[in-house]
Structures are given as C-alpha cells and as structure tokens.
C-alpha cells in the first residue's frame, strides 16, 4: 500500500525568508507522480507543483521547487521569499501511474508566514 | 480559470437521512472524483469516476454511498442513510486525463454536518 507521511504538523517563517516542508512516501512502485497542493481558510484546494517520479530534474514553479530524491522517498517543497498569502495547510500528495485514478494525500503541514 | 462547482456550501442533515451532493466538473474533462476531508484530518480518496462507470473506489466508499452523473453535466455523491461519522467536507474534482498525469481542479467543497 502507499502512504504518504509529512511529519512537520506546523511550520511558521518570516516573510520574505525560505522555508522547507518535507514529505516521505512509501510505494513499492517505480512509475509515479507526486504533488503539492495548497489550502488556504477558504478550503479551496489548489495545485502548487508536480514532480514526474521518472524526471531527475527538480520541479520549479516561481517561488516554489521541490527537492526530490527518489532512492530516499523524499520529496520536500520548499518556499522562496515567503509571502502572507503563503499561510495555508499544505498537502504532499502521490498517485500511481498504474491505474492512477485515485491520489494519496498526506496529513499537511500548517504554514505561517509571520509579517 | 474554469471552475469546478459545488453546491450546497453547506448541508445540514439528520442521522439517517439522505442527502445528496452536487458538483459541476469542467466541461471538457473526463475524469471525475470525490474527496472527503474530516475536520483537521488529511484529505481521503472516496471514488473516480469515468466513462459512465466507477474506476475506482476506496473501503470508505460503501454501500451507502453512490455516485451518478445524471445528464452529462452535473455529478452527484449520494449518501443513503448519513451516519455521525458522514460530517466532514467533501470536495469533488475533475481533470481532462486520469489523476497520475495531470493535477486535479477542485471545488471549493461542500461541508456536511450530520446531526
């Protein structure tokens, strides 16, 4: 079975600063995506970046990048220039490319970003 | 950006009760899921749905819920006889391929609060 495990339950950092949420997962499979999404209060669930398990190059999108290492199971986000609008939960998330209709989500990370 | 739309926001139901949950994928997508989120739980994989028929479903997704896509443009979750434990947000999501190759567009959720 794969679980998706985020061990950081709350996180805070200055505004402006960088900040690393981490995320393990555990597949026997080798073919796979993972994500990040962002919840803000709204509830809203929103897509940060996506990682393609057979790409050894690190997504980037704008402030956002992931380190991925693959033989770790480990794949953490980190967050450049940390804004207000950045607080939300965030949840590192896993689906299989085999039959990948159903998406594994962690338990979240809390952000703060203090002014 | 075209929306995922959920209604109602909010569902307020007795134990027992039926109620159903409305969502309207993007039209040009073809994959269709729900998701519930327990208050300050993870998000939980209910069910996908595509070409008229479940792909998949989780051990959560039991005989008391269904789902239906009635008219090509609407799909509904159905709980049969709500139990306590039915109180959480659900959240419904589309996307124009299966989950593991693209990311997910989500509604902005139905919260249920069963009585």
């Known amino acids: 079975a794969q679980t998706v495990t985020q061990s950081q339950p709350e996180m805070s950092v200055q505004e402006a600063e960088t900040v690393t949420l981490s995320c393990t997962y555990d597949t026997s499979e080798n073919n796979y995506y993972l994500f990040w999404y962002k919840q803000p209060p709204s509830r809203q669930m929103i897509l940060v970046i996506r990682?393609?398990?057979?790409?050894?190059q690190n997504a980037t999108e704008n402030r956002f990048s992931v380190n991925f290492q693959k033989a770790a199971k480990s794949f953490s986000l980190k967050i450049s220039d940390s804004q207000l609008g950045d607080t939300a939960m965030y949840f590192c998330a896993f689906t299989l490319n085999t039959g990948g209709f159903k998406t594994i989500f962690g338990a979240g990370t809390r952000l703060f970003v203090k002014a | 950006e075209p929306e995922v739309t959920q209604t109602p926001s909010h569902q307020v139901t007795q134990m027992g009760q039926e109620v159903i949950l409305r969502c309207v994928p993007i039209?040009?997508?073809?994959?269709f899921y729900w998701y519930r989120q327990i208050l300050g739980q993870k998000v939980e994989f209910l069910v996908s749905?595509?070409?008229?028929?479940?792909?998949?479903k989780s051990e959560i997704f039991d005989d008391q819920f269904s789902v239906e896509r009635p008219d090509g443009s609407n799909f509904t979750l159905k709980i049969r006889s709500t139990k306590l434990e039915d109180s959480a947000m659900y959240f419904c999501a589309s996307s124009v391929q299966i989950a593991s190759r693209e990311k997910l567009f989500f509604g902005s959720g139905t919260q249920l609060s069963v009585l």
């Open positions: 749905f595509y070409n008229n028929e479940i792909s998949e």
């Open positions: 039209s040009n997508h073809l994959y």
């Open positions: 990682q393609e398990a057979y790409k050894q």
